[in-house]
């Protein structure tokens, strides 16, 4: 373990409790850091700067911002990566390494890849690998070994994540100063607020910043302020917290931890701040080469000293100030560079100059320096500025280890632009300006451009105000507070060095040229700039690039940085795992009326969209033969499954066969009353969606059935369309109303005659495809005629509170008949010998009629429904594909679901159905095959589990009982 620490005495690191050390390893070595630290932090109090590798030339890295905000401190976890490690809470036993290297971390092999990068120009990609033909089956090779940061754990395990929902008056983002002081006012008016923070502390740059000559304002304003937000009943608050977007209606996504709140607020209050911005110059991205701003987070929070010696860089008065928070602390500081000719408050810098640092004005660092191999910065070269980006050919070399820079702010308003507003840029002054806000919306703070202490709680108690006003109904005097702050940004902080390597983008690995290439490319546009040579795409997105490149942009296509603006802020703000987005890992499950009766069966439990229906009856183990002795019982005797699970629709009223007309591809406007018919619902793309039976019971009223997944989506299609027809209709899904049975099998008829005495159930009197209103054991029953199993069967619907209750009655009267009950892996093999097709799993999100041979299922003459005139048009243009069914030797390996049919090298389908079929002692099938592939007596091979092919023969179907006289009788 290493024994050096830098770590500052008390008051500083108030995020860390000393008396908690904590042992952790970084790369297989150890090292000690406190509760509170982070990663970053802990391996910066052991001097350990390189946590990752660049992305394109390996470049060694360390933060930049120690606040999230950049792509510098990406580790690796044993169980995830892409981690960043000043985000990453210490806890003991922590083990992590770096990523994106070959060999070691702080000894590279891949690091020569720099020394390449002139042959590596912007875009070189896009021109590079596609020629001369077949070279990117070369390149491939190479360049997936490279790609990619981290390493995924592909036997991790899922964690429980979940969501929640919050209300609130006033959502306020941010908690710093102006998020504080809005906060306070909104609650004192007795409104609900909500204030969400990213830190794990409130009081955001209060506790790190310098905003007076003393040093002692922060401190006290923050004590004040913090303590009364933690003691307000109104005030709900949330650390740790990142609200990931802004949508319609103040709709706000706020992750914390494995948490995501799905917020909504009437009114919303943005104070996120601003971020530091860098200076461009060579080696600007070396270890040890940061923010301002992270090195006053390093001091304050966490009470560590980043370094002997520092050189400070600065285009503002706020460099002042933290020279005199690090002078404070005992640091040293070598000196303090300023890009313009003075301080605006020439009382700074009398002060600096009195306490002995040297200080440079009308400056800027030329050059970071550096120790073999690139591990740390070792001093800088400064230069004298003699025009915009021009520097003096007069160098000054000093020794340092750290280097502060800040060339300005640029305010964090991703969440703004989400919202619609529009990010301005003045010329002159070098300053952002926010607009075209949308109702509810507001700033305040530096984000909204005020910077100076006591403005910023004035101007954040207007903002609330005027919300309190706009919430409550009261009187708003929409009063404007001008405060002409002078400008915080240097105008032009970029130095191109001719050796290059001063970095625009640090995730990217992008340099000076590389912009500049883009624009004598052709792209003017920010935008396309982006897109060609991925400025501002890595995980920072832009945070620290779009200015510079903006700025780069403007001078080299002879416009203004107004004019040609920076690239589009998308959701989501941070990174965000699709375990927030999914939430809880739980998978919710329905259960008919007789689920009970199945598990006291020995049935095999499984999902069938959101129910749990039995599979088959008995021991898994024995599943092929349970399933084959339920479906010989079937064809033999008879059987009883429960199918309680089918959508059931009742539609009701003067228009409903009209409705039904306009909905389904068959004619159901002269449907008989006590007849049913196959129902086809396609989309307005002629796609088909789904099928049941449409029952009619009376001239004003169906009962459709539809499949057990898609129910909802029908019932709401259906919804839809006559808000837009207006139909004279009632439409009701019941299909957890009823309960429902299907006695199939040539005994089913004897099975029903003893239970059912009101009906004449011949079948001269009950025909196939009838439907009759009757009763069994005083219970209303709906009977129907069907045939999905291709035998005799009644589908018996019924109010579910009766369901265990006539299951018990039938299967009392089925025993003198030796009726069994059937699962659905059976009742799949039975309607597969039929060669019945199964919605969504012989169909798929672009099957049409004509596919899947549904076009008897057509109604040609029908003027319209929905999905005609696709269906016409896809009908007139000759097939790519075709619905076959097919048989299989049955000693050759059978086919899965989704297993490929070649046609030659090419793909031209896969199965969608598969089975052994003990009435036929066959393998049998269907599956989609090429046009030529599908002519009766074809064959064609199918790929199956270790890469084996084997040959299909093509049959017409059904395999089973072809003139349909079972289901007759």
Not at 406 to 414: D, L, R
Not at 567 to 580: D, G, M, S, V, Y
Request: proline residues 5%; hydrophobic residues 40%; neutral net charge.
């Amino acid at each position: 373990m290493t024994s050096y620490t830098t770590r500052l005495p008390l008051p500083y690191g108030s995020q860390i409790d000393r008396s908690q050390p904590i042992q952790f390893s970084f790369d297989g070595q150890q090292f000690e850091g406190y509760a509170g630290d982070t990663l970053a932090s802990a391996l910066i109090a052991n001097q350990r700067w390189i946590m990752s590798r660049s992305f394109k030339y390996h470049r060694p890295r360390g933060p930049l911002t120690m606040a999230g905000q950049d792509a510098n401190t990406l580790i690796q976890l044993p169980q995830e990566p892409n981690v960043l490690a000043d985000q990453l809470a210490l806890v003991p036993g922590m083990s992590a390494t770096g990523q994106n290297y070959s060999g070691s971390l702080t000894k590279d092999s891949d690091a020569f890849l720099g020394k390449f990068s002139k042959f590596m120009p912007v875009g070189f990609y896009y021109r590079s690998f596609y020629k001369p033909k077949g070279a990117w089956k070369l390149w491939e090779a190479v360049i997936r070994k490279k790609a990619g940061l981290g390493v995924v754990d592909l036997n991790f395990e899922p964690e429980y994540y979940d969501k929640a929902y919050l209300f609130t008056d006033v959502a306020i983002i941010g908690a710093g100063p102006a998020g504080l002081q809005a906060a306070l006012t909104a609650a004192e008016a007795g409104l609900k607020v909500l204030l969400i923070e990213q830190d794990p502390m409130l009081g955001g740059s209060l506790l790190y910043a310098r905003f007076d000559l003393s040093g002692q304002k922060a401190q006290a304003i923050a004590q004040s302020l913090i303590a009364q937000v933690e003691q307000h009943p109104n005030i709900t608050v949330l650390t740790q917290s990142v609200c990931n977007a802004w949508f319609t209606d103040h709709y706000l996504p706020v992750i914390q931890g494995k948490r995501m709140y799905k917020v909504r607020a009437q009114q919303c209050i943005v104070a996120s701040g601003s971020f530091d911005q860098p200076v461009i110059f060579r080696n600007n991205d070396l270890p040890g080469v940061m923010l301002t701003s992270a090195v006053q987070r390093l001091i304050k929070l966490y009470g560590v000293q980043p370094g002997k010696k520092t050189v400070i860089l600065t285009g503002h008065d706020d460099g002042y100030r933290a020279a005199l928070e690090l002078l404070d602390a005992g640091l040293e500081i070598t000196a303090l560079v300023d890009l313009r000719p003075k301080a605006i408050d020439q009382t700074l810098q009398q002060t600096l100059q009195k306490r002995g640092v040297a200080l440079y004005l009308e400056s800027t660092v030329f050059e970071a320096l550096h120790d073999k191999g690139m591990q740390h910065v070792t001093g800088v070269d400064i230069r004298p500025i003699i025009a915009q980006g021009q520097v003096s050919a007069h160098s000054t070399k000093i020794t340092c280890d750290v280097v502060a820079m800040s060339s300005g702010y640029m305010p964090v308003y991703q969440l703004l632009c989400q919202a619609g507003a529009k990010l301005s840029y003045n010329d002159t002054t070098a300053q952002f300006q926010i607009s075209g806000l949308p109702q509810g919306l507001h700033v305040t703070g530096s984000v909204a451009g005020i910077h100076h202490i006591d403005q910023v709680l004035e101007h954040a108690t207007h903002i609330a105000h005027m919300v309190n006003a706009e919430i409550l109904g009261q009187p708003n005097s929409k009063v404007t507070l001008d405060f002409n702050e002078a400008s915080l940004n240097f105008p032009w902080p970029i130095f191109e060095h001719p050796k290059g390597k001063e970095f625009v983008d640090y995730d990217e690995d992008l340099q000076i040229r590389d912009i500049i290439n883009a624009t004598k490319s052709g792209y003017r546009d920010v935008q396309l700039v982006k897109r060609f040579s991925t400025v501002g795409m890595g995980p920072s997105q832009g945070r620290h690039s779009a200015l510079p490149t903006a700025r780069l942009v403007a001078k080299y296509t002879e416009r203004s940085v107004s004019e040609t603006g920076v690239t589009t802020a998308r959701p989501p703000f941070t990174a965000e795992k699709l375990a927030h987005i999914a939430g809880r890992g739980f998978d919710p499950y329905r259960q008919t009326p007789m689920h009970q009766r199945h598990v006291a069966l020995g049935a095999h439990m499984i999902p069938a969209g959101n129910w749990q229906r039995p599979a088959y009856y008995g021991d898994s183990a024995q599943r092929l033969a349970h399933i084959q002795a339920e479906a010989k019982n079937v064809r033999q005797n008879v059987g009883i499954i429960d199918v309680s699970t089918l959508g059931g629709l009742d539609i009701r009223g003067a228009d409903s066969a009209e409705f039904l007309n306009r909905l389904y591809t068959f004619a159901f406007a002269k449907l008989p009353v006590g007849k049913t018919r196959y129902a086809v619902m396609a989309a307005e793309d002629g796609v088909v969606i789904d099928d049941g039976v449409a029952a009619r019971l009376s001239e004003q009223h169906f009962y459709v059935t539809a499949t057990t997944s898609g129910v909802d989506r029908i019932y709401q299609q259906m919804l839809k369309w006559n808000a837009q027809w207006r139909l004279n209709v009632d439409i009701t899904n019941v299909t957890t109303a009823f309960a429902a049975v299907n006695i199939a099998g040539p005994q089913a008829r004897q099975v029903m005659q003893a239970v059912c005495h009101d009906v004449d159930l011949s079948n001269a009197a009950f025909p196939y495809l009838g439907v009759r209103l009757a009763t069994i054991a005083n219970i209303p029953v709906r009977l129907m005629r069907v045939g999905f199993v291709g035998e005799l069967g009644y589908e018996i619907h019924y109010p579910a509170r009766y369901g265990e209750y006539l299951w018990d009655l039938l299967m009392q009267a089925g025993q003198a008949f030796n009726m069994q009950p059937f699962g659905v892996e059976t009742q799949r093999l039975l309607r597969l010998e039929k060669g019945h097709i199964i919605i969504s799993q012989d169909t798929d999100g672009m099957t049409h009629p004509e596919e899947c041979d549904l076009s008897w299922a057509v109604a040609k003459s029908k003027p319209w429904f929905v999905g005609k005139r696709s269906i016409e048009i896809l009908a007139s243009q000759p097939l790519k594909r075709k619905l076959v069914t097919f048989v299989l030797d049955k000693n050759q390996p059978q086919p899965l679901e989704g297993h490929i049919v070649l046609e030659g090298d090419d793909i031209s389908g896969n199965i969608t159905s598969c089975e052994y079929s003990p009435t036929l002692d066959q393998t049998i099938g269907m599956a989609y095959v090429g046009i030529e592939q599908s002519h009766e007596g074809q064959t064609f091979p199918i790929r199956v589990e270790g890469g084996k092919v084997v040959h299909a023969t093509v049959v017409k179907a059904p395999f089973y009982d072809p003139n349909n006289q079972r289901q007759e009788i």
